[in-house]
Structures are given as structure tokens and as C-alpha cells.
């Protein structure tokens, strides 16, 4: 991948990595915990040092995974984004959820602060907390997750709220909702995407006409499009999501193997045969479908 693909430009005038490392899953096993912190270090070592966290993920013992594997290293160069839960989003919790994070992080600010999900949260309240929270520089700068264009809209007409940098969603070849409309509606504003399990999940997908079941990992088209690119069907997943350059991803993996597997998808180039192919098997939306979120 180019230099000037590497990274993504946010509404602020910064760059975002385009490809980095989720915790998601890490700290619920202590068995791992040391091949979780040293996969990350690894990571950061082979240039994936945008790491993805959250209060929410294991309580706590991804983000104090995350500060071992960061330890030592020179704080400018990881890319540090953590996520706030929507009932701790307001000015009573938010900012000691956020001091309790950065202390499990070993650092004194975040990159990206994140409200993990919009629930029953008070926007312009959130909003005003995140702009307060930069004033004082525990974070640089703010975004959501998991926000449809209903709840973009709604933050869109509240005080500040087109501060928002960035919208973290899941998205994958067989979870593509955003692409009907939350796609073109962030795009005209300039509001980029970070895909949360870009290579999907072990389970069964459901197509949008609610019948039609397939595995990605099994699919054939998928293995077909992967072996003419001799590539693995991660590393065919994962170059999907990463073929729109206003979309960041962040998948999870432990083993040194697997995360060279992750980082070499990066340069991989689809074409449209390919991605008409893929189509076939997990088409785009036609409808609006709920946002899916786990």
C-alpha cells in the first residue's frame, strides 16, 4: 500500500491509520494475556499502531493489555483510540470513566475518545463533554460507534456536533447495511468509517432477505476469488473493507502469523470482477436494513 493510502483524513485536517489492531475478545482469558500484549507490540512494531479499545471490553483488561503492549514505546508513535459507555457519557461519569481508562492505558490522552453506542445518551451532552475533554487535553479529538444516519442526523443538529471525526461500525462483506445510505450521507460530509470486525465472525450470516445463510469463511465465491489471488480468505476479507479509502479497520488477531496475514492484506487490490463475484454471495443492500452492531 502507498504512503498516501496509509492513512485516512479526518475532518480536523489529521490522518487516522487505515489499518490497525481491535482488543475486542482480549483480557477475557488471563491465560493470553501475555501473547495478547506481545501480539500488539508486534503490531506496532510491523507499522499497525492504531489500536482500537474500550471500557466495555473484559472491564477494563483490554485497555491494561493495551498499556503493556504500549509500554516503552514512544507515546507519539501509537495511535490510541478508547470508547466510553453511553450510560457513562454525561458530565457526572465521563470524566472519571475517562481518567480510569487512561490509567489502565499508561497514558495522559487519547487520540480518539468514542461514545461506544448512542442508547439513551443525551447528544448534546456528550458533545459538550468531548469538546470540554479536548480543552483540557485528554483527548485530541472525538467520534461515535455504532451510529446510523438517524443518529448521525440527530448529532449532526446539536451544538458542536459536527465535530465529530469519525463513526465506528461494523462492517464486512456480509454485514454491508451502511452502504444503502449512511455511506454517501458521511461521505458528503466528509465523516470517515472504522469497521469493527472487518473479517466477520465464525457464525452464520443472514442475508437481507432473511432466508439465504452462508459462512464467509466456506463461501464459494469468496475461496474462489481468494485463490486467483493466491491469498488467504482473511486477507480477502479484509482487503474488501479496506478498498474504500474513507474506511479504517481494525481486526483482531494474537499470533505473529496472523497479524503479518492482517498487514499484508493492506496492498492487496480488488477488481471489479472480483468484487462482482464476491456480490453474488453478499450483495449490497437494496432496502434499508437495521444497523447491526455487537
Known amino acids: 500500500m502507498s504512503n498516501e493510502k496509509k492513512t485516512i483524513l479526518l475532518p480536523d485536517g489529521s490522518y487516522i491509520p487505515k489499518l490497525g489492531q481491535g482488543t475486542w475478545q482480549m483480557g477475557e482469558d488471563d491465560t ?130 459536527r465535530k465529530c471525526q469519525i463513526n465506528q461500525v461494523l462492517y464486512n462483506l456480509g454485514t454491508r447495511g451502511i452502504e444503502y445510505d449512511l455511506l454517501e450521507w458521511q461521505r458528503e460530509r466528509s465523516v470517515p468509517f472504522m469497521a469493527y470486525s472487518p473479517v466477520g465472525q465464525a457464525g452464520a450470516l443472514t442475508t437481507q432477505d432473511g432466508v439465504s445463510k452462508s459462512m464467509l469463511m466456506t463461501d464459494k465465491n469468496v475461496i474462489e476469488v481468494a485463490k486467483r489471488h493466491n491469498i488467504s480468505i482473511v486477507q480477502l476479507l479484509l482487503a474488501f473493507v479496506l478498498r474504500l479509502d474513507d474506511m479504517a479497520a481494525i481486526p483482531k488477531a494474537e499470533s505473529f502469523n496472523h497479524i503479518d496475514e492482517n498487514a499484508a492484506a493492506a496492498d492487496i487490490v480488488l477488481s471489479e470482477d472480483d468484487l462482482e463475484q464476491l456480490s453474488l454471495s453478499f450483495s449490497a443492500p437494496i432496502l434499508k436494513v437495521p444497523m447491526e452492531k455487537y
Not at 473484559?58 to 509500554?71: C, F, H, L, M
Open 32 to 161: 493470553k494475556y501475555q501473547r495478547e500484549v506481545e501480539g500488539l507490540r508486534y503490531g506496532i512494531s510491523i507499522g499497525m499502531n492504531l489500536i482500537d479499545t474500550a471500557e466495555m471490553y473484559a472491564d477494563g483488561k483490554a485497555e491494561n493489555i493495551t498499556g503493556n503492549a504500549i509500554r516503552n514505546i514512544d507515546r507519539k508513535d501509537v495511535y490510541l483510540v478508547s470508547k466510553v459507555y453511553p450510560q457513562n457519557a454525561n458530565r457526572h461519569h465521563i470524566y472519571s470513566s475517562l481518567e480510569r481508562s487512561l490509567k489502565l492505558l499508561g497514558t495522559d490522552y487519547l487520540d480518539m475518545y468514542l461514545l461506544h453506542w448512542r442508547e439513551n445518551a443525551d447528544l448534546a451532552e456528550v458533545v459538550y463533554c468531548m469538546e470540554e475533554l479536548k480543552s483540557v487535553g485528554k483527548i485530541i479529538r472525538w467520534g461515535v460507534s455504532n451510529f446510523d444516519i438517524a443518529d448521525m442526523k440527530d448529532l449532526w443538529n446539536v451544538t458542536d456536533g
